[in-house]
Structure formats: C-alpha cells, structure tokens
C-alpha cells in the first residue's frame, strides 16, 4: 500500500506563487517503480491533469494551461515530488492531487493511476 499526503496549498492573489508537497509512505514504494502526476479539480469540473514526472525521472510533462508557469520536480531521498506553481491566475483555482501509477498507463489520464492523496486546495484571487 502506498500513502500519499500533499501540502502546500493556500490562498494567493493572483500573480503569486505557492510550492505544493505530495510526500510519498508505504512498505513497497520507490520513486523507480512509480510514475508520478498532479492533477486538479475546480468546483463542478472533471478532474484534470496538470503535470508527471516519469519513474526513471527523465520524463516531466506538463498540461499546456501551465507550461512555464508550474515546475514539477522530486527529492528521492525524502520520496517527496514537488510542484512548484507560480505567476498564479484565479482560474487555477482547485484542488491539487498528487497520484502515483505503477502501469503503462498514459500519464494524463485519471484512471491511469493506481493511488492518490487527499488534495490540498489553492485558491487564487483576483
């Protein structure tokens, strides 16, 4: 079983910036074996994703509505995978999920991953 706990998420104005946290537990976790990804679901909208880093971590992809605005990046030795998100803007508003996926399964897609965490939630002002 894998846990994951993300953090980091809060209110900002718009233009801000916020780094979200999504540290990884569990008795059979490695960064090795898992694919990694952040999503976001806003009020009444299908969850969507955001950004991946690949297991082998030479693959970071990211969702076009946040390319050169959020940074994904991972500390192995805290199995911890980061999200940093700046030039924030209102309609980024959500709530983010990290998720991890030990199959083949196209990073973009929800139903790809076999483990999520609670979410954090950031809420970006006008």
């Known amino acids: 079983q894998v846990q994951l706990v993300e953090s980091g998420g809060g209110l900002v104005q718009a233009g801000g910036s916020l780094r979200l946290s999504c540290a990884a537990s569990?008795?059979?976790?490695?960064?090795?074996?898992?694919?990694m990804g952040w999503f976001r679901q806003a009020p009444g909208k299908e969850r969507e994703f955001v950004a991946a880093?690949?297991?082998?971590?030479?693959?970071?992809y990211y969702a076009d509505s946040v390319k050169g605005r959020f940074t994904l990046s991972r500390d192995i030795a805290k199995n911890t995978v980061y999200l940093q998100t700046n030039s924030l803007k209102p309609e980024d508003t959500a709530i983010y999920y990290c998720?991890?996926?030990?199959?083949?399964?196209?990073?973009?897609?929800?139903?790809?991953?076999?483990?999520w965490g609670q979410g954090t939630q950031v809420t970006v002002s006008s």
């Open positions: 569990g008795l059979t976790f490695s960064f090795s074996s898992y694919d």
């Open positions: 880093i690949s297991r082998n971590g030479a693959g970071i």
């Open positions: 998720a991890a996926k030990r199959s083949m399964g196209a990073f973009g897609y929800v139903n790809s991953y076999d483990y």
